[in-house]
């Protein structure tokens, strides 16, 4: 499965931690991710992960065209709930495009806990038959 991982700056270490301790799960598929979030998951796992710009230059809103296109299965969005960022339309909209494509999304660790979980014991494989891999 394509998984993208996004944090925002106040739970990048979080993310990394989570990433950590699930190496073993992740490590079975295709992770991608924003600049910043993607090198700091990818130094502390060793982890290969497709790295686009960072999300202040972009990184989100790629990602977010690979959803529209359908081309993510699972996004892991760790939110600073508590701190107004200018890119929180650019959020909501990729938010909005995995509801549109029944992509599940975690922007809490506890979310992505019960995914990460799921996706272990084969409960996402429908997304293989959703999106079959030519």
């Given at each position: 499965?394509n998984?993208?991982?996004?944090?925002?700056?106040a739970?990048?270490?979080?993310?990394?931690?989570?990433?950590i301790?699930?190496?073993?799960?992740?490590s079975?598929h295709?992770?991608?991710?924003?600049?910043?979030?993607?090198?700091?998951?990818?130094?502390?796992?060793?982890?290969?992960?497709?790295?686009?710009l960072?999300?202040?230059?972009?990184?989100?809103?790629?990602?977010?065209a690979?959803?529209?296109?359908?081309?993510?299965?699972l996004l892991?969005?760790?939110r600073?709930?508590?701190?107004?960022?200018p890119s929180e339309?650019n959020?909501?909209?990729?938010?909005r495009l995995?509801d549109?494509?029944?992509?599940?999304?975690?922007?809490?660790?506890?979310t992505?806990?019960v995914?990460?979980?799921?996706?272990e014991?084969?409960?996402?494989?429908?997304?293989n038959?959703?999106?079959?891999k030519?």
């Amino acid at each position: 499965m394509n998984i993208a991982l996004i944090a925002h700056d106040a739970k990048k270490e979080l993310m990394v931690q989570f990433c950590i301790a699930y190496c073993g799960v992740l490590s079975r598929h295709d992770l991608c991710a924003t600049g910043t979030t993607g090198k700091l998951v990818s130094e502390a796992t060793g982890l290969p992960i497709q790295k686009f710009l960072s999300g202040s230059q972009g990184g989100d809103q790629q990602i977010a065209a690979r959803i529209a296109c359908n081309e993510v299965d699972l996004l892991l969005f760790f939110r600073d709930p508590l701190t107004a960022k200018p890119s929180e339309p650019n959020d909501m909209n990729m938010l909005r495009l995995c509801d549109m494509h029944n992509i599940p999304v975690a922007t809490n660790i506890a979310t992505a806990e019960v995914l990460i979980h799921g996706l272990e014991r084969g409960d996402l494989d429908w997304r293989n038959i959703l999106n079959p891999k030519n």
